[in-house]
Every structure is written in structure tokens, then in C-alpha cells.
């Protein structure tokens, strides 16, 4: 991959999780495992708060991540921006999930990157290997960052930092490959990686090899994640894998 190309900040509006949902043959998670409801985190609206105290907490959100330099909120874990888009979105399912009105507008960051071998660090110091293999099923899921070798040949990583949760693939075979980045939230007791409730649904998109994308939203909740990459394939989509953290 090139790294001559131009970083390209654009401004998107969809409604990436409503578009997806039509026409995906998701049968894969039906053994899922949702999360409990937890409480929401400092700053953000109490579940059920009036709408008017919602929208303005996505407004600063989004401001924020127009004001972000997402050239170095890449170099901070380990790779190099080539493209970033900021999307309007209004995700019932991340909306629900915080207890917000159906219908309220948010944002979700799409990134492409090159993160070659890299290794992900948050803000409070934990790290990640982009080189790691997934381990043996556990009884309870690990804490911090996490990357995990997938079926498909690549790798997902899992990460917060500075108020946000990550999700990425890295492509690692031959030519080219299409899907989406789907975050579920599960419980923190959970065994091996499943699945669980959807959290967030990226863009459908088309990784060349060595490419990373990457999807971003405020985290509102503590707990356990999930993220998954789903391949398109003739019919629907099939699941290639993910890694799972509480976070």
C-alpha cells in the first residue's frame, strides 16, 4: 500500500447500521450472549434523561470529532491515517443501548490505515499486538486492549482511548475482500468470543491487502465488547472471526 496518498477528511450523513441491517443473512449469532444493562458513564445522560439533553451531548460529541487530528490519533496507536470519515447516523441500537431516544442523530468515525506489525496503546498505557494469535476460550473475558488473529487472514483489534472504543481489521490474504465491522455488546463472564447485542455497524467496505479499517464511537458504558468482521459473501454475510474485552 501506498503510503504517498492524501488523508481525505469527509464529512458523511447515513444511516449506516439501518442500511446494512436490509438484505444481511446474519445466522452465525444466533448462540449470542447480550449483555446485562449497565449504568451509563460519567458525562453522559442518564437513561430516559429529556431529549433536549441528548442532543446536545451528541452535538459536543460530534464537535469533538471534528475538532480531533486523527492523524495523530492513529500515529497514537501505532499506524499511519490515510483516510477518515465522520458520519451522522442515527443507530437505534447504540441508542438504546445508553437509553437515548430512538431516533437521535450521532456520529461514527470510519478510518483507513496502514498499521503494518503495530502495536496499540491507550491512554492509560495498555498495549495490544496487531502480531497476536487468538487463545484458548476463557470462563471470563480479558480486560484492555486485545487483538486476535481471525479466520479469515487477518487481524481484529479491540481498544478505548481518550473517551472512544476502536474496533479494526487488518486484511492480511491475497486481492481483495468486502463486509463490515459490527461491535456487540456482551457479558463480562463470558466464555471464548461470542456475540452478543449490536453496539455498532460500520460502513460496508473493500479491504485490499495489508489495509486496516477501523470504526469509532463515544463509549458510554463499561463492560464487555465484542468486534467482529462479517465477509460478504453470494448470499448475506458470514462471520470471520473477532476478539472480545472488557473495556
Given at each position: 500500500m501506498s503510503r504517498g496518498r492524501t488523508v481525505r477528511k469527509t464529512i458523511a450523513?447515513?444511516?449506516?447500521?439501518?442500511?446494512?441491517?436490509?438484505?444481511v443473512v446474519l445466522a452465525a449469532t444466533a448462540p449470542s450472549q447480550a449483555a446485562t444493562d449497565?449504568?451509563?458513564?460519567?458525562?453522559?445522560?442518564?437513561?430516559?434523561?429529556?431529549?433536549?439533553?441528548?442532543?446536545?451531548w451528541a452535538a459536543q460529541e460530534r464537535a469533538a470529532a471534528e475538532a480531533t487530528d486523527w492523524?495523530?490519533?492513529?500515529?497514537?496507536?501505532?499506524?499511519?491515517?490515510?483516510?477518515?470519515?465522520?458520519?451522522?447516523?442515527?443507530?437505534?441500537?447504540?441508542?438504546?443501548?445508553?437509553?437515548?431516544?430512538?431516533?437521535?442523530?450521532?456520529?461514527r468515525v470510519?478510518?483507513?490505515e496502514d498499521c503494518n506489525d503495530a502495536t496499540t496503546v491507550a491512554e492509560d498505557g495498555a498495549t495490544a499486538s496487531r502480531t497476536a494469535t487468538a487463545g484458548a476460550s476463557t470462563l471470563a473475558l480479558p480486560s484492555g486492549n486485545r487483538c486476535a488473529s481471525t479466520s479469515g487472514p487477518?487481524?481484529?483489534c479491540l481498544s478505548k482511548s481518550s473517551g472512544r472504543v476502536y474496533a479494526s481489521w487488518q486484511y492480511r490474504g491475497s486481492g481483495s475482500v468486502s463486509g463490515f465491522l459490527r461491535v456487540y455488546r456482551v457479558s463480562s463472564g463470558a466464555s471464548g468470543c461470542p456475540?452478543?447485542?449490536?453496539?455498532?455497524t460500520g460502513a460496508g467496505s473493500t479491504w485490499s491487502s495489508g489495509d486496516t479499517r477501523t470504526i469509532s464511537k463515544t463509549r458510554t458504558t463499561?463492560?464487555?465488547?465484542?468486534?467482529?468482521?462479517?465477509?460478504?459473501?453470494?448470499?448475506?454475510?458470514?462471520?470471520?472471526?473477532?476478539?472480545?474485552?472488557?473495556?
Open positions: 450523513t447515513g444511516l449506516g447500521t439501518a442500511a446494512l441491517a436490509l438484505g449497565p449504568e451509563n458513564l460519567p458525562g453522559v445522560p442518564a437513561p430516559g434523561s429529556p431529549a433536549s439533553e441528548w442532543e446536545a492523524k495523530a490519533d492513529s500515529a497514537a496507536r501505532g499506524c499511519t491515517l490515510e483516510d477518515v470519515t465522520i458520519s451522522e447516523e442515527v443507530d437505534r441500537d447504540y441508542n438504546l443501548a445508553m437509553g437515548a431516544p430512538a431516533d437521535l442523530s450521532t456520529h470510519d478510518l483507513l487477518g487481524t481484529m456475540t452478543g447485542t449490536t453496539w455498532l463499561a463492560g464487555g465488547y465484542s468486534a467482529h468482521i462479517w465477509k460478504k459473501v453470494t448470499i448475506g454475510h458470514t462471520d470471520w472471526g473477532g476478539v472480545c474485552s472488557v473495556l
